[in-house]
Structures are given as structure tokens and as C-alpha cells.
């Protein structure tokens, strides 16, 4: 396991508990290393020079630090990252090991209902890696480079986006006195419609059922924040645009 | 009951599972009035002239209908309106009773943890609301017209927009071949992480991380969308506001 952050912890766990062997952990910060190889009793190194050849090496560390690692590693090796092409490693034994998801250190996941794509050229390593994902989570699709950049960018607009909505939601009741978890059910309920329906069939709201007069009071009642009046005019655009 | 829609129904279920009594159900339709008068057994009227006098008349129809239908009210009267204010019924036994959920007729849904929202300047009535709304709901919370009209302006900026959200990603992903399912667990995690952490809190991605790359990246990829593409400008800018 090359890096120690987030994703490399819950990885190594997930590998462990499905009776994979994690030979060694890598990490720039010899800190790191040694906290996670003590959580998972294995041997860490921080020296490049001394990492071990094993079946595979899989380098879950930031996006901007996996060509400096990847060049010092000359067997079987993926990368995790979401926006890098397959072609940011070097040679011929090289693939792609994405789970999608995001991760904290501190709060245990249950990795099987994390979708992991995989990609490589090479046959014999993608069947590896099929193996290992399917071991670990009941959701793994092949996806090449542009499609895993374009999931990413999905993800980022239906999650990262959707959250900073819920801040301004927040703003708005801190601003009026109103117990913002008021809201959470509704929240909860809207992101678990879409299990069951498609986002275009559950749409409901002013915008939807072209209900004017309460989009003219909702504009009215953002007159003096810009940037929030902006945004619902745009987004309620789009909805209406989609009926 | 004044109404039979999804709203109506939900309620009049919860309300006699807690052992109220509904009296008759009126609605402008015979058809809708019959429909659900059959469901509970209990005697249905569309005419305005033969509505019986009760504790309480839950009016549950349209924001535009609430005038029309209230005028031929003169018992204690509710509405159930987010964004109408109080003072569109007449008279001096007035409320409100809004409950904050979307509600579909044929999927039933747990009263108990959608919050409803009271209000009346008649302190017996409230006081009335209070209880009729503590009887069916674990979340009874007192809100003015105002707080009311702001609170129903955070619901569809954060379940609304957030639902246009996740169809913009599904049309990328239908663009590019990737199962649309792959984003559920991720947008299930980002709303319920909400329960536990504040919106600011929770946030991650590109732009709180500062990853100018990516975010680049993404806005090239959406380069032949307009739509999307200053979405994207604008939270993004958000996001990058709120750090």
C-alpha cells in the first residue's frame, strides 16, 4: 500500500477483512506510515528505496504526488485517483483502482456499497483487479480514462454542489431563527428517491409545477443576497427547461 | 377535511392512526372527495353549503384555492400552505398547521419524523395545534408567517435544486455510457452526513480543497455546455466563499 491517508486506511482494511495480505505500507511522512502499519500490524517504510515487490502496488496517495512514487515502482501497480488517466503510470503492468466515495480517517465505511471502477490495458492485470474489487465491494464497473474524469465531475455536481445548497439552506434559517435540522428528513428523503426513480420523474417544487407567484416571493426574499438569487434563478431554469 | 390531494390523504391517516376522528372530507372534485372518503369510511361532500361544523377544519388544497374555500369556513380553520401567510384566512379562530415534506399518494410515509410547523395569534388554538401536531409528529415547532416562507424557500434550495443537481449528473453519465447508479451511495452518504455535521463541516471536493487542476479539468469538460458549466462557476465560487 503506497500512502497512508484516508482512503489508504479504509482500503487496507477492506483488503484484510476479505483475507488479502498487505505486505508493506509506503508514505512520504514516516508518521503516517507507522500509524496505519500499527493499526494493521504489517512493516512500513518511508524510503522508496526500500519498497518491497509484491503482486501489486496500489498507490492511493493525493493526485499531484502519484508521478513522483510511480516512476520508483516497477511491478504490478494502480493508481486511485478519480481525474488521472491510466497513462499518468508508466509501463506495462499498470491500471486503475477507483473506489468512488468519499472518506474519513475516523468514521468506519461499509466498503461493499462502494462502486470501484477499474481500468487497464492490460488483460491479465484487469481480470486481477476485477478479482480484488469484487472482493471488497458488490458494485464494480469498467470504466475507461474520460469516463471515470466525467463520473468524477458527476459526483462533484451531485454531491460537493448539493452540499454547499444545503449551507445556504442553513444560512438562510440561521439568519431567521429556524432549527435548521427541520430540514433533514426532507433532505434525507429527497437523495433516497432516487434509488427507487429517476431525478427527472421525482423533480417536485415551484419550479416544476410552474408556480409562479411563490418563485416571484422566493426572489423577492433573496433581493439582498446576490449570489444565492442568482443561483435559484439558474437552477430553476434548468428545471423548468427539463419538463 | 378540505382537500383530498397527497397532502389530505397522508394526513387524514395519520390523524385517525392517532385516534382523531375525521368528520367529512370535502373537495371541489366528487371524484378525489369519494376516493379517499372511501379509503377512511367517512362521509364526503363538494358542496360548500353542506360542510359540517367541527373542532377544526384542515384546509389541504392548493395555495391559489385556499381563498376561495376558507370564505364558506366560519369554524376554526387551518391551512397547510408554506408559503401562504396566516392572514389569508379570515376570521378570528385562524392557523396554520404545515407540515414540511413532499408527500406522493401512493407511497406512505412515517408522520412521525416529518416536522410540522404551527402557527396561530390565538393562543387557545395554537395551543390546540400544538397537541393535534405533537399527537402525529415527533417535530412540532412554532414559526411565523415570515420564518415559514423562508423555511419553505431552504427546502427547494436544498432538496429541489439538489434533485436538478442529480439529474445534471445523470445526463453526464448517460452521455458517457456510466450506470447512474454509481452515484447513489455517495449521494445517500453526503445528505446524511448532515444528521451529524454542519453543511460547512461536511464539505469536500475540488474547490474546498483548492485543486485548481481538477477544477479546470471539469470546466473543460463541460465546455460545450453552457448551462452546466456556469452552474459549476458559480458553486464552485461558493464553495471557495464559505472556506
Redesign the interface.
Known amino acids: 500500500m503506497i500512502g497512508a491517508g484516508n482512503l489508504a486506511t479504509h482500503l487496507c482494511r477492506a483488503l484484510i477483512n476479505s483475507g488479502h495480505e498487505i505486505i508493506q505500507i509506503y508514505s512520504r511522512s514516516v508518521k503516517s506510515a507507522s500509524t496505519l502499519a500499527k493499526k494493521i500490524n504489517v512493516p512500513y517504510t518511508n524510503d522508496t528505496k526500500t519498497i518491497k515487490s509484491s503482486d501489486l502496488a496500489i498507490i492511493a496517495v493525493n ?2 504526488s502519484i508521478k513522483d512514487i510511480e516512476k520508483h515502482i516497477c511491478f504490478p501497480k494502480v493508481h486511485t485517483s478519480g ?1 488521472k488517466p491510466l497513462s499518468c503510470l508508466k509501463g506495462k503492468n499498470i491500471g486503475v483502482f477507483y473506489p ?3 472518506f474519513n480517517k475516523n468514521i468506519d465505511v461499509n466498503f461493499k ?3 470501484v ?1 477499474v481500468e487497464s490495458s492490460n488483460s491479465d492485470l484487469l481480470q486481477t483487479l476485477k478479482i480484488l474489487a469484487v472482493s471488497i465491494s458488490d ?1 464494480v ?1 469498467e ?1 475507461n480514462s ?2 471515470r ?22 444560512e ?2 440561521q ?5 435548521f ?15 427507487h426513480t ?3 420523474q ?7 409545477r410552474g ?1 409562479f ?2 418563485i416571484a ?2 426572489l423577492m ?2 433581493e439582498n443576497d446576490h ?2 438569487k ?3 434563478q ?2 430553476t431554469a ?2 423548468k ?2 419538463q
Not at 439568519?175 to 432549527?179: D, R
Not at 421525482?202 to 416544476?208: D, I, L, M, N, Y
Open positions: 493526485d499531484d481525474t468512488l466515495q468519499t456499497s462502494i462502486p471502477c458494485k464497473v470504466l474520460e469516463q474524469k466525467n463520473l468524477h465531475l458527476a459526483a462533484v455536481i451531485s454531491c460537493n454542489f448539493s452540499n454547499v445548497l444545503y449551507r445556504f439552506s442553513e438562510i434559517c439568519k431567521e431563527g429556524i432549527p435540522d427541520m430540514l433533514q428528513p426532507l433532505i434525507l428523503e429527497t437523495a433516497q428517491k432516487i434509488k429517476t431525478p427527472l421525482s423533480q417536485t417544487g415551484p419550479a416544476k408556480d407567484e411563490t416571493k422566493h426574499l433573496l449570489e444565492k442568482e443561483i435559484y439558474l437552477l434548468s428545471i427547461k427539463r
